[in-house]
């Protein structure tokens, strides 16, 4: 199994910076797609960016110009570089990998969330 760690969550002021990471670990694994999803008091977990092994990202359209996810296959890390931050970013931020353990068997993983709080 994958287990996904995430840090660097924190409260920080309207127009600032913060970058989230996040560490896969486990053996016998091998991932593929690596997204960030948030979910803020009293709604649904929603998708913020996605990437694939090869690179590829996608964001939704609230954080588009802002956010940049990206990710190191060899440390199976994924970062999500968060800029121009807003309080509606406020939320718990959760990481999700997608991951092949043998050549017909796909899963995933979520890691525990880290909380980012953006005040006013």
């Known amino acids: 199994q994958v287990q996904l760690v995430e840090s660097g969550g924190g409260l920080v002021q309207a127009g600032e910076s913060l970058r989230l990471s996040c560490a896969a670990s486990?053996?016998?694994?091998?991932?593929?797609?690596m997204a960030w999803y948030r979910q803020a008091p009293g709604k649904q977990r929603e998708s913020v960016a996605v990437i694939t092994s090869g690179g590829s990202a996608n964001y939704a359209d609230s954080v588009k110009g802002r956010f940049t996810i990206s990710r190191d296959n060899a440390a199976n890390t994924v970062h999500l570089q968060m800029n121009s931050l807003k309080p509606e970013d406020t939320a718990i931020y959760y990481c999700?990998?997608?991951?092949?353990?043998?050549?017909?068997?796909?899963?995933?993983?979520w890691g525990q969330g880290t909380l980012v709080t953006v005040s006013s």
């Open positions: 486990g053996s016998g694994f091998s991932i593929n797609a």
């Open positions: 999700r990998a997608n991951y092949l353990y043998s050549a017909f068997h796909a899963s995933y993983a």
